[in-house]
T-cell receptor, first 118, second 109 residues
């Protein structure tokens, strides 16, 4: 149980393109979803937290107009990297949580999306 | 200062060795702690929770010392498959997770 699916797993695109990443909770309703970014040889850094039906809360230094987050349903959140540039190339990971989910961990992670901007 | 700090390593050990990783945290209000394992270009996966009383799961033993704000992970009888990055994670209010920088382990034949 508590499966989180992330799509796509790998994206390569040209500079200036906007890229949408989907995060779905497959077998539970996720009231909260988290988006992380991980650069090579660094740890996961939280970008933003989103609650279903509310605006996302962004961490300091993360541009909300560049990283658009939508959490319109209890099973889907999307992250859109607008006008992506090479410096946005990174590993993006989502996670989901629910207060009603009985689990041994507070968040359940998607498989991650490797974004490469040429 | 980072909220969760780890020695980045790498730790290069032979198969069968015992290896210990340490982690310190600065937020005394952190509710609980975990060790995650992350393989290259993969998502982190829960290895084990960490309790003050110490807990063991097969070859893995985790310990939390709240007074010192110190967490450890001991791996006995290392296997080649243990090669990965080990992430020390603090669980804070609002179900937030704060990750340490990770400690890289390389187990050699």
């Amino acid at each position: 149980g508590a499966v989180v699916s992330q799509h796509p797993s790998w994206v390569i695109c040209k500079s200036g393109t906007s890229v949408k990443i989907e995060c779905r909770s497959l077998d539970f309703q996720a009231t909260t979803m988290f988006w992380y970014r991980q650069f090579p040889k660094q740890s996961l850094m939280l970008m933003a937290t989103s609650n279903e039906g509310s605006k996302a809360t962004y961490e300091q230094g993360v541009e909300k107009d560049k990283f658009l987050i939508n959490h319109a349903s209890l099973t889907l959140s999307t992250l859109t990297v607008t006008s992506a540039h090479p410096e946005d190339s990174s590993f993006y990971i989502c996670s989901a949580s629910s207060p009603t989910l009985y689990s041994n961990q507070p968040q359940h992670f998607g498989d991650g999306t490797r974004l490469s901007i040429l | 200062r980072k909220e969760v700090e780890q020695d980045p390593g790498p730790f290069n050990v032979p198969e069968g060795a015992t290896v210990a990783f340490n982690c310190t945290y600065s937020n005394s209000a952190s509710q609980s702690f975990f060790w995650y394992r992350q393989d290259c270009r993969k998502e982190p996966k829960l290895l084990m929770s960490v309790y003050s009383s110490g807990n063991e799961d097969g070859r893995f033993t985790a310990q939390l010392n709240r007074a010192s704000q110190y967490i450890s992970l001991l791996i006995r009888d290392s296997k080649l498959s243990d090669s990965a990055t080990y992430l020390c994670v603090a669980h804070n209010a609002g179900n937030m997770l704060t990750f340490g920088g990770g400690t890289r382990l390389m187990v050699k034949p």
